[in-house]
Protein backbone atom coordinates (compact mmCIF):
# COMPACT_ATOMS: atom_id res chain seq x y z
CA UNK A 1 0.00 0.00 0.00
CA UNK A 2 1.19 3.20 -0.82
CA UNK A 3 2.63 5.53 2.39
CA UNK A 4 1.39 8.66 0.07
CA UNK A 5 -1.63 10.54 1.64
CA UNK A 6 -3.91 10.07 -1.51
CA UNK A 7 -4.13 12.87 -3.61
CA UNK A 8 -7.60 14.89 -3.41
CA UNK A 9 -10.34 15.01 -6.06
CA UNK A 10 -10.80 17.65 -7.51
CA UNK A 11 -13.78 19.16 -9.96
CA UNK A 12 -11.65 20.13 -12.66
CA UNK A 13 -9.86 16.44 -13.22
CA UNK A 14 -12.68 14.74 -15.53
CA UNK A 15 -11.80 17.89 -17.96
CA UNK A 16 -8.30 18.13 -18.07
CA UNK A 17 -7.72 14.26 -18.87
CA UNK A 18 -10.80 13.69 -21.18
CA UNK A 19 -7.91 12.10 -23.29
CA UNK A 20 -7.52 9.34 -20.66
CA UNK A 21 -11.06 8.64 -20.07
CA UNK A 22 -11.61 8.57 -24.23
CA UNK A 23 -8.80 5.91 -24.47
CA UNK A 24 -10.07 3.88 -21.47
CA UNK A 25 -13.39 3.77 -22.86
CA UNK A 26 -14.98 1.25 -20.74
CA UNK A 27 -12.36 -0.54 -19.71
CA UNK A 28 -12.97 1.33 -15.91
CA UNK A 29 -15.69 1.44 -14.40
CA UNK A 30 -16.78 5.08 -13.94
CA UNK A 31 -16.86 5.19 -10.57
CA UNK A 32 -13.40 4.35 -10.14
CA UNK A 33 -11.87 7.47 -11.90
CA UNK A 34 -12.50 9.40 -8.67
CA UNK A 35 -9.87 7.33 -7.34
CA UNK A 36 -7.31 7.21 -10.25
CA UNK A 37 -7.20 10.58 -11.50
CA UNK A 38 -5.83 12.59 -8.53
CA UNK A 39 -3.12 9.76 -8.75
CA UNK A 40 -3.23 9.80 -12.26
CA UNK A 41 -2.13 13.70 -12.06
CA UNK A 42 -0.10 13.85 -9.01
CA UNK A 43 2.01 10.82 -11.17
CA UNK A 44 2.33 13.00 -13.99
CA UNK A 45 3.32 15.65 -12.59
CA UNK A 46 6.21 14.06 -10.49
CA UNK A 47 7.35 12.44 -13.48
CA UNK A 48 7.75 15.88 -14.75
CA UNK A 49 10.13 16.70 -12.24
CA UNK A 50 12.03 13.72 -11.93
CA UNK A 51 12.74 13.65 -15.76
CA UNK A 52 11.49 10.18 -15.88
CA UNK A 53 10.10 8.16 -18.45
CA UNK A 54 6.88 5.49 -17.59
CA UNK A 55 6.70 2.27 -19.92
CA UNK A 56 3.77 -0.44 -19.74
CA UNK A 57 3.29 -3.74 -21.38
CA UNK A 58 0.32 -4.27 -22.99
CA UNK A 59 -0.83 -6.62 -19.75
CA UNK A 60 -0.82 -3.49 -17.75
CA UNK A 61 -3.95 -1.76 -16.35
CA UNK A 62 -5.56 0.24 -18.39
CA UNK A 63 -5.65 3.44 -15.98
CA UNK A 64 -1.98 2.86 -16.18
CA UNK A 65 -1.78 1.85 -19.78
CA UNK A 66 -4.01 4.66 -20.96
CA UNK A 67 -3.15 7.46 -17.78
CA UNK A 68 0.67 7.76 -17.31
CA UNK A 69 2.36 5.59 -19.49
CA UNK A 70 4.62 7.06 -22.28
CA UNK A 71 6.03 3.93 -23.89
CA UNK A 72 3.56 0.53 -24.21
CA UNK A 73 3.54 -2.37 -26.36
CA UNK A 74 4.66 -6.12 -25.82
CA UNK A 75 8.36 -7.45 -24.42
CA UNK A 76 10.12 -6.65 -27.55
CA UNK A 77 8.63 -3.11 -28.50
CA UNK A 78 9.44 -2.81 -24.75
CA UNK A 79 13.32 -3.54 -24.99
CA UNK A 80 13.92 -1.82 -28.02
CA UNK A 81 12.46 1.31 -26.62
CA UNK A 82 14.73 0.54 -23.66
CA UNK A 83 17.97 0.74 -25.76
CA UNK A 84 17.17 4.56 -27.05
CA UNK A 85 15.53 5.77 -24.45
CA UNK A 86 17.35 9.48 -23.33
CA UNK A 87 15.37 9.72 -19.20
CA UNK A 88 17.30 9.90 -16.99
CA UNK A 89 14.51 7.67 -14.77
CA UNK A 90 13.22 4.99 -16.62
CA UNK A 91 9.75 3.14 -14.27
CA UNK A 92 8.85 -0.08 -15.65
CA UNK A 93 5.08 -0.66 -15.37
CA UNK A 94 5.37 -4.54 -15.82
CA UNK A 95 7.58 -7.30 -14.16
CA UNK A 96 11.01 -7.47 -13.02
CA UNK A 97 12.08 -9.47 -15.93
CA UNK A 98 11.40 -7.03 -17.94
CA UNK A 99 12.79 -3.68 -15.52
CA UNK A 100 16.09 -6.12 -15.68
CA UNK A 101 15.97 -6.31 -19.51
CA UNK A 102 15.78 -2.41 -19.48
CA UNK A 103 18.51 -1.88 -17.01
CA UNK A 104 20.84 -3.93 -19.02
CA UNK A 105 20.21 -2.34 -22.30
CA UNK A 106 20.10 1.34 -20.59
CA UNK A 107 22.82 0.57 -17.98
CA UNK A 108 23.48 4.48 -17.24
CA UNK A 109 19.62 5.31 -16.41
CA UNK A 110 17.71 4.89 -13.02
CA UNK A 111 15.21 1.90 -13.79
CA UNK A 112 12.97 1.19 -11.21
CA UNK A 113 10.43 -1.01 -10.25
CA UNK A 114 7.13 -0.21 -8.31
CA UNK A 115 6.66 -3.48 -6.78
CA UNK A 116 9.93 -5.98 -6.42
CA UNK A 117 7.66 -9.30 -6.00
CA UNK A 118 6.47 -8.62 -9.55
CA UNK A 119 8.00 -11.79 -10.94
CA UNK A 120 7.16 -14.16 -13.73
CA UNK A 121 6.51 -18.08 -13.13
CA UNK A 122 8.44 -18.41 -16.61
CA UNK A 123 11.58 -16.61 -15.24
CA UNK A 124 11.65 -18.59 -11.96
CA UNK A 125 11.01 -21.70 -13.22
CA UNK A 126 14.84 -21.84 -14.37
CA UNK A 127 18.15 -20.87 -12.64
CA UNK A 128 21.17 -20.33 -14.39
CA UNK A 129 22.73 -23.92 -13.27
CA UNK A 130 20.17 -25.09 -15.23
CA UNK A 131 21.55 -23.58 -18.25
CA UNK A 132 25.02 -24.79 -17.56
CA UNK A 133 23.96 -28.33 -17.21
CA UNK A 134 21.59 -28.22 -20.48
CA UNK A 135 24.40 -27.02 -22.30
CA UNK A 136 27.11 -29.81 -20.58
CA UNK A 137 24.31 -32.75 -22.10
CA UNK A 138 23.87 -30.71 -25.63
CA UNK A 139 26.98 -29.76 -26.43
CA UNK A 140 27.92 -27.57 -29.03
CA UNK A 141 23.79 -27.15 -29.14
CA UNK A 142 23.37 -23.07 -28.81
CA UNK A 143 20.99 -21.46 -26.01
CA UNK A 144 18.02 -19.25 -27.14
CA UNK A 145 16.11 -17.84 -24.12
CA UNK A 146 13.00 -16.03 -23.87
CA UNK A 147 13.13 -12.72 -22.68
CA UNK A 148 11.16 -13.97 -19.77
CA UNK A 149 13.92 -14.93 -17.30
CA UNK A 150 16.11 -13.84 -15.09
CA UNK A 151 19.40 -11.45 -16.38
CA UNK A 152 21.62 -14.35 -14.94
CA UNK A 153 19.96 -16.82 -17.26
CA UNK A 154 20.06 -14.32 -20.04
CA UNK A 155 23.99 -14.30 -19.20
CA UNK A 156 24.47 -18.43 -19.85
CA UNK A 157 22.63 -17.83 -23.39
CA UNK A 158 23.81 -17.16 -26.62
CA UNK A 159 20.48 -15.07 -27.94
CA UNK A 160 17.41 -13.74 -26.08
CA UNK A 161 13.98 -14.00 -27.81
CA UNK A 162 10.44 -12.77 -27.86
CA UNK A 163 7.23 -14.25 -28.71
CA UNK A 164 7.52 -11.91 -31.12
CA UNK A 165 10.66 -13.07 -33.45
CA UNK A 166 11.18 -16.59 -31.41
CA UNK A 167 11.13 -18.96 -34.27
CA UNK A 168 13.28 -16.66 -36.26
CA UNK A 169 15.72 -15.99 -33.64
CA UNK A 170 15.93 -19.87 -33.24
CA UNK A 171 16.66 -20.12 -37.37
CA UNK A 172 19.35 -17.18 -37.07
CA UNK A 173 21.46 -19.60 -34.95
CA UNK A 174 22.12 -21.87 -37.89
CA UNK A 175 22.46 -24.94 -35.62
CA UNK A 176 20.58 -28.15 -36.26
CA UNK A 177 19.78 -28.24 -32.58
CA UNK A 178 19.15 -25.58 -30.48
CA UNK A 179 18.41 -25.32 -26.47
CA UNK A 180 15.29 -23.34 -26.19
CA UNK A 181 14.56 -22.04 -22.79
CA UNK A 182 11.99 -21.77 -20.58
CA UNK A 183 8.69 -21.47 -22.24
CA UNK A 184 7.68 -25.42 -23.15
CA UNK A 185 4.39 -24.35 -24.79
CA UNK A 186 6.11 -21.57 -26.85
CA UNK A 187 9.07 -24.34 -27.96
CA UNK A 188 6.72 -26.34 -29.01
CA UNK A 189 4.64 -23.95 -31.00
CA UNK A 190 8.27 -22.83 -32.37
CA UNK A 191 9.55 -26.78 -32.68
CA UNK A 192 6.18 -26.96 -34.72
CA UNK A 193 7.02 -24.60 -37.56
CA UNK A 194 11.01 -25.27 -37.94
CA UNK A 195 13.47 -28.36 -38.92
CA UNK A 196 15.90 -27.30 -36.05
CA UNK A 197 15.86 -29.71 -33.26
CA UNK A 198 14.84 -27.56 -29.90
CA UNK A 199 15.76 -29.20 -26.35
CA UNK A 200 12.64 -28.08 -24.30
CA UNK A 201 12.97 -27.04 -20.56
CA UNK A 202 9.40 -27.55 -18.62
CA UNK A 203 8.57 -23.48 -18.18
CA UNK A 204 5.10 -22.60 -18.22
CA UNK A 205 2.97 -19.34 -17.58
CA UNK A 206 0.91 -19.69 -14.90
CA UNK A 207 -1.61 -17.53 -16.56
CA UNK A 208 -1.55 -18.94 -20.13
CA UNK A 209 -1.26 -22.79 -19.05
CA UNK A 210 -4.45 -22.77 -17.62
CA UNK A 211 -6.53 -21.78 -20.71
CA UNK A 212 -8.51 -24.66 -22.27
CA UNK A 213 -9.30 -25.66 -26.12
CA UNK A 214 -12.94 -26.46 -24.45
CA UNK A 215 -13.06 -22.68 -23.58
CA UNK A 216 -11.86 -21.82 -27.37
CA UNK A 217 -14.57 -23.74 -28.35
CA UNK A 218 -17.20 -22.32 -26.32
CA UNK A 219 -16.15 -18.71 -27.45
CA UNK A 220 -16.19 -19.72 -31.21
CA UNK A 221 -19.91 -21.33 -30.90
CA UNK A 222 -21.46 -19.79 -28.04
CA UNK A 223 -20.06 -16.20 -29.19
CA UNK A 224 -19.36 -17.22 -33.30
CA UNK A 225 -16.06 -15.16 -32.28
CA UNK A 226 -12.76 -15.52 -33.61
CA UNK A 227 -10.28 -16.74 -31.43
CA UNK A 228 -6.29 -15.46 -30.84
CA UNK A 229 -4.01 -16.87 -28.76
CA UNK A 230 -0.98 -15.93 -26.93
CA UNK A 231 1.67 -18.78 -27.45
CA UNK A 232 2.44 -19.62 -24.42
CA UNK A 233 -0.65 -21.16 -24.56
CA UNK A 234 -1.12 -24.73 -24.27
CA UNK A 235 -0.90 -26.71 -27.61
CA UNK A 236 -4.84 -27.89 -27.62
CA UNK A 237 -5.79 -24.10 -27.85
CA UNK A 238 -2.85 -22.57 -30.35
CA UNK A 239 -4.69 -25.68 -32.55
CA UNK A 240 -8.25 -24.48 -32.14
CA UNK A 241 -6.93 -20.69 -32.90
CA UNK A 242 -7.61 -18.60 -35.76
CA UNK A 243 -4.45 -16.72 -34.99
CA UNK A 244 -1.22 -16.85 -32.93
CA UNK A 245 0.62 -14.37 -31.89
CA UNK A 246 2.26 -12.11 -29.59
CA UNK A 247 0.23 -9.09 -28.34
CA UNK A 248 1.69 -6.32 -30.54
CA UNK A 249 0.88 -9.12 -33.58
CA UNK A 250 -2.78 -9.38 -31.97
CA UNK A 251 -3.13 -5.72 -32.71
CA UNK A 252 -2.08 -6.19 -36.05
CA UNK A 253 -4.64 -9.02 -36.47
CA UNK A 254 -7.19 -6.98 -35.35
CA UNK A 255 -6.31 -3.69 -37.52
CA UNK A 256 -6.00 -6.17 -40.92
CA UNK A 257 -8.92 -8.52 -40.30
CA UNK A 258 -11.60 -6.55 -38.32
CA UNK A 259 -13.48 -9.60 -37.07
CA UNK A 260 -17.39 -8.67 -35.53
CA UNK A 261 -16.45 -10.33 -32.21
CA UNK A 262 -12.86 -11.43 -30.70
CA UNK A 263 -11.66 -13.76 -27.79
CA UNK A 264 -8.47 -12.63 -26.83
CA UNK A 265 -6.80 -15.99 -25.19
CA UNK A 266 -4.60 -14.08 -23.05
CA UNK A 267 -4.27 -11.68 -20.07
CA UNK A 268 -7.49 -10.11 -19.18
CA UNK A 269 -5.65 -5.90 -19.78
CA UNK A 270 -4.92 -6.67 -23.55
CA UNK A 271 -8.37 -6.84 -24.71
CA UNK A 272 -9.06 -4.00 -22.22
CA UNK A 273 -6.29 -1.66 -23.71
CA UNK A 274 -7.05 -2.46 -27.25
CA UNK A 275 -10.94 -2.13 -27.11
CA UNK A 276 -10.97 1.69 -27.79
CA UNK A 277 -9.06 1.31 -30.38
CA UNK A 278 -11.34 -1.03 -32.02
CA UNK A 279 -14.84 0.37 -31.10
CA UNK A 280 -16.69 -1.90 -33.90
CA UNK A 281 -15.26 -5.03 -32.41
CA UNK A 282 -16.71 -6.82 -29.25
CA UNK A 283 -14.51 -8.49 -26.94
CA UNK A 284 -15.97 -11.59 -25.05
CA UNK A 285 -14.35 -14.22 -22.52
CA UNK A 286 -12.23 -16.02 -21.61
CA UNK A 287 -8.99 -14.34 -20.39
CA UNK A 288 -7.32 -14.71 -16.87
CA UNK A 289 -4.99 -11.98 -14.72
CA UNK A 290 -1.72 -12.05 -14.11
CA UNK A 291 -1.01 -11.59 -10.25
CA UNK A 292 2.35 -10.18 -11.02
CA UNK A 293 1.32 -7.75 -13.28
CA UNK A 294 -1.28 -6.34 -11.32
CA UNK A 295 1.24 -5.80 -8.23
CA UNK A 296 1.65 -2.28 -9.71
CA UNK A 297 -0.83 -0.32 -8.54
CA UNK A 298 -1.10 3.80 -9.47
CA UNK A 299 -0.65 4.46 -5.74
CA UNK A 300 3.11 2.31 -6.04
CA UNK A 301 3.92 4.05 -9.21
CA UNK A 302 3.60 7.20 -7.31
CA UNK A 303 5.56 6.13 -4.47
CA UNK A 304 8.37 4.71 -6.94
CA UNK A 305 8.86 8.01 -8.12
CA UNK A 306 8.42 10.11 -5.21
CA UNK A 307 11.76 7.77 -3.37
CA UNK A 308 13.10 6.41 -6.28
CA UNK A 309 12.53 3.03 -5.58
CA UNK A 310 12.98 0.14 -5.86
CA UNK A 311 16.36 0.71 -8.53
CA UNK A 312 17.16 -2.33 -10.58
CA UNK A 313 20.92 -3.36 -9.97
CA UNK A 314 22.68 -6.16 -11.99
CA UNK A 315 26.41 -6.80 -11.48
CA UNK A 316 28.56 -5.49 -14.44
CA UNK A 317 29.62 -9.22 -15.87
CA UNK A 318 26.36 -10.61 -15.60
CA UNK A 319 24.40 -7.14 -17.64
CA UNK A 320 27.42 -7.57 -19.97
CA UNK A 321 27.00 -11.10 -21.01
CA UNK A 322 23.04 -10.92 -20.82
CA UNK A 323 23.86 -7.63 -23.31
CA UNK A 324 25.04 -9.87 -25.75
CA UNK A 325 22.41 -12.37 -26.00
CA UNK A 326 19.82 -9.55 -26.02
CA UNK A 327 21.31 -7.58 -28.48
CA UNK A 328 21.42 -10.63 -31.17
CA UNK A 329 17.84 -10.35 -30.39
CA UNK A 330 17.69 -7.09 -31.39
CA UNK A 331 19.73 -7.68 -34.60
CA UNK A 332 17.24 -9.69 -35.41
CA UNK A 333 13.97 -7.61 -34.65
CA UNK A 334 10.20 -7.98 -34.93
CA UNK A 335 9.44 -11.00 -37.13
CA UNK A 336 5.30 -11.93 -36.08
CA UNK A 337 3.70 -13.87 -38.91
CA UNK A 338 1.22 -11.96 -39.11
P1 LIG B 1 4.74 -10.60 -25.21
O1 LIG B 1 6.04 -11.21 -25.62
O2 LIG B 1 3.68 -10.74 -26.22
O3 LIG B 1 4.93 -9.24 -24.70
O4 LIG B 1 4.16 -11.43 -23.97
C1 LIG B 1 5.01 -11.95 -23.03
C2 LIG B 1 4.39 -12.00 -21.72
O5 LIG B 1 3.71 -12.88 -21.35
C3 LIG B 1 4.70 -10.91 -20.88
O6 LIG B 1 4.39 -11.24 -19.64
FE1 LIG C 1 4.96 -14.22 -16.61
FE2 LIG C 1 2.74 -15.21 -17.64
FE3 LIG C 1 2.58 -13.07 -16.09
FE4 LIG C 1 3.65 -12.88 -18.54
S1 LIG C 1 1.53 -13.37 -18.06
S2 LIG C 1 4.47 -12.05 -16.62
S3 LIG C 1 4.62 -14.87 -18.74
S4 LIG C 1 3.27 -15.12 -15.44
Known amino acids: MSTAIRPAWSADLEERYTDILERAGDA ?20 RERGAVIMAHSYQSPEIFHGVADITGDSLALAQAAATVDHDVVVMCGVHFMAETTKI ?10 DLDAGCSLASSITPEDVRVLRARHPGAPVVTYVNTSAAVKAESDACCTSANA ?3 VESMGADKVIFLPDQFLGRHVASMTQVELVLWQGRCEVHEQFTAQQV ?27 VGSTTAMGAWLERERPARVALITECSMG ?22 KRITLPKIFDCLRDLQHPVEIDRDTSHRARTALERMLAVGRRDRV
Open 167 to 169: LQV
Open 217 to 243: RHARERFDAQVIAHPECPPEVLDEADF
Open 105 to 114: LSPQRTVLIP
Open 28 to 47: VPCLEWAFHLPWIDAIRQLK
Open 272 to 293: DNLRSRFPDIEFVKPCNLCPHM
